[in-house]
């Protein structure tokens, strides 16, 4: 008999939870509600909001909205996006995600505080990603975003830097190039380093480890978009090879070997727990 086991840690942060909590009280009496961008990286999750009247638009179509409520996910934006919210009449509902926003206003901080003397603000993240994009506006477009510890080449060690961190960006990644900084940074130059990682996202590395390693086989449930999955995801195969990346049950469509026992379900900060709940279902179907 085959025992499956979900992850109680797993499953959407507080950031998630609170805007798609903002996108269903708006339309509990609202027909319909725009959002900028995915309102979470989880196709799934979006097609159910998108059946309660959740419209997805991008930054060309809020160019062209007018008298109008939009949503802002839990990434957050530039300062252009609400200058343009307020030229256009649009209402914003914010959901940026408390711990973003804090990052956002202390980089802002931050870059007006350096204008004199033109130190480096350097951001440790996606380049492209939502959340990155929202912290270079805090800049005026000036900040340096390295995704990697190679990226490091792009800085001058001859100017003072400043580094921050993507919110959800591994903490050990982080590490490795605040370390590789310190080492090339010429004498007399400063050197600060923020480590701006939410201990939400953080502290599910340890936990998801442990979690993995405890099963016989995992199937681990995210978006094929989710950043944070790609990287949780990556931790499980290393604490468990027998472990499966899946975006839905239907992903799954064959028995397990005879050998099984023990399976986990677990998934990302994007993952809402009825999809992990329906993988489970799955299981036990396919394996009775």
């Not at 830097?161 to 080492?183: V, W």
Request: charged content about 25%; hydrophobic content about 35%; some cysteine.
């Amino acid at each position: 008999m085959i025992k499956v086991e979900i992850d109680k840690a797993s499953g959407f942060c507080f950031g998630v939870v609170n805007a798609i909590e903002s996108a269903e009280r708006e339309l509990r009496h609202a027909d319909s509600l725009y959002c900028l961008g995915d309102i979470v990286h989880n196709s799934l999750e979006v097609q159910r909001l998108q059946s309660m009247g959740l419209c997805t638009i991008d930054h060309m179509d809020l160019q062209n909205l007018r008298n109008t409520t939009v949503l802002l996910r839990a990434h957050g934006e530039p300062p252009s996006t609400y200058s343009l919210a307020n030229t256009n009449q649009i209402k914003i509902i914010d959901a940026t995600c408390p711990v973003v926003l804090r990052l956002q206003k202390r980089i802002h901080k931050c870059y007006r505080d350096s204008l004199s003397n033109r130190n480096q603000i350097v951001i440790y993240g996606k380049k492209g990603h939502a959340e990155v994009n929202g912290l270079v506006g805090q800049t005026e477009g000036n900040a340096i975003v390295i995704e990697k510890l190679e990226d490091i080449c792009k800085l001058d060690f001859s100017k003072n830097i400043d580094l921050f961190s993507q919110t959800t960006m591994p903490l050990e990644g982080f590490r490795d190039i605040e370390k590789a900084i310190k080492q090339q940074i010429l004498c007399g130059v400063q050197f600060r380093s923020y480590d701006t990682i939410c201990r939400q996202v953080a502290n599910r590395l340890p936990g998801i480890k442990k979690f993995a390693s405890e099963h016989d086989w995992i199937y681990f449930v995210a978006g094929e978009k989710s950043s944070n999955g790609k990287m949780l995801f990556k931790e499980c195969l290393k604490a468990n090879p027998n472990s499966v990346f899946i975006s839905s049950s239907r992903e799954i469509n064959s028995g397990l070997p005879s050998n099984i026992r023990n399976v986990g379900v677990c998934g990302a900060t994007s993952t809402p727990k009825w999809l992990m709940e329906e993988v489970a279902v799955r299981i036990l179907e396919l394996n009775d």
